[in-house]
């Protein structure tokens, strides 16, 4: 069963900084697409930013510029940097993992298709 595990999350003033963390396991994280995601109350599901296998990267225009996405192939483990945090970005934020084989539930979104997610942790972003 693959796991994906947030951790990073908090509350913040507008302008702060926070990383989020995830690590993956029984994945193969190395070769395959993993992002994240956000959800704010009220709002729909949006994606945040991904990385490829070969470290493309894809983010959602409202993050570009602010925040990084990068990876640790050795730590199973994406991170997402955040600066210039504002109060819109406050929502929950989950990790995802492409699919490894074909199933039904999928969210395509920056070139791959999102199948695993993780639990989420919370950023709240104060004015």
């Known amino acids: 069963q693959v796991q994906l595990v947030e951790s990073g999350g908090g509350s913040v003033q507008a302008g702060g900084s926070l990383r989020l963390s995830c690590v993956a396991s029984k994945y193969t994280y190395s070769s395959s697409c993993m992002g994240w995601f956000r959800q704010a109350p009220g709002k729909e599901r949006e994606g945040v930013a991904s990385?490829?296998?070969?470290?493309?990267?894809t983010y959602a225009d409202s993050v570009k510029g602010r925040f990084r996405i990068s990876k640790d192939n050795a730590q199973n483990t994406i991170y997402l940097q955040m600066n210039s945090l504002k109060p819109e970005d406050t929502a929950m934020y989950y990790c995802v993992a492409n699919r490894i084989q074909i199933v039904a539930d999928v969210t395509a979104w920056g070139g791959c298709e999102f199948s695993y997610w993780g639990q989420g942790t919370q950023v709240a972003v104060s004015s």
């Open positions: 990385i490829a296998s070969d470290g493309s990267t």
